[in-house]
């Protein structure tokens, strides 16, 4: 079965694709897949320290999704004495990989606000460790109005000050269903 699913992938393959991954050696010339590799850099010089960082009880992994995407939900970076957590776009999407609240942009925004906070928690992070966002909303001149209320109320309920940068774009994400997403960076000092 695994080999009829690589020979299918092949065949659907444009002459375009075949050449870059031919050039990235990911294929060989008779079309065969190859083990890649890339130039090892670090035996001279480590890696970062990072950590993929999850929070099960409110949101699934993207590689459970019937369709798996490939990215972490977040990580955690450590660099001497800060860590920094980069949070990939996160949405209304449930603990079972569903989008909680379709139709209902403002308790999407909830729901987002929600799972990010179980991604900083599970860091031992807070909102408060947050220096920026980048918001995007599918339809923004209907829905900003009632996204910065949401987000104004969740920010002064946590008081938060100073507030973090943030960006708002108007966006096609990955599911229809879907009416708002967040990707936010925290940076703490380590104790």
Not at 161 to 190: F, H, R
Request: charged share 30%.
């Amino acid at each position: 079965m695994k080999d009829l699913m690589i020979v299918e992938e092949l065949l659907n393959l444009s002459k375009g694709e075949r050449e870059e991954m031919i050039k990235l050696g990911v294929l060989s010339e008779n079309d065969q897949f190859v083990d890649f590799k890339m130039p090892s850099f670090h035996e001279t010089r480590p890696p970062i320290d990072k950590k993929a960082v999850h929070a099960p009880q409110v949101l699934n992994e993207a590689y459970c999704y019937k369709r798996p995407s490939s990215f972490s939900r977040a990580l955690r970076l450590d660099l001497g004495s800060y860590s920094v957590l980069l949070i990939s776009g996160t949405a209304s999407v449930n603990e079972d990989g569903k989008t909680a609240h379709v139709g209902d942009f403002r308790a999407q925004c909830w729901r987002t606000f929600r799972n990010i906070s179980e991604l900083l928690v599970s860091e031992k992070m807070s909102w408060h460790d947050v220096v920026r966002t980048t918001c995007y909303l599918r339809d923004i001149e209907r829905d900003y109005k009632d996204f910065n209320e949401i987000r104004t109320q969740f920010y002064d309920w946590l008081k938060l000050d100073p507030l973090p940068a943030s960006t708002g774009i108007q966006a096609t994400l990955c599911w229809d269903t879907l009416l708002v997403e967040i990707e936010a960076i925290a940076i703490c000092k380590n104790t």
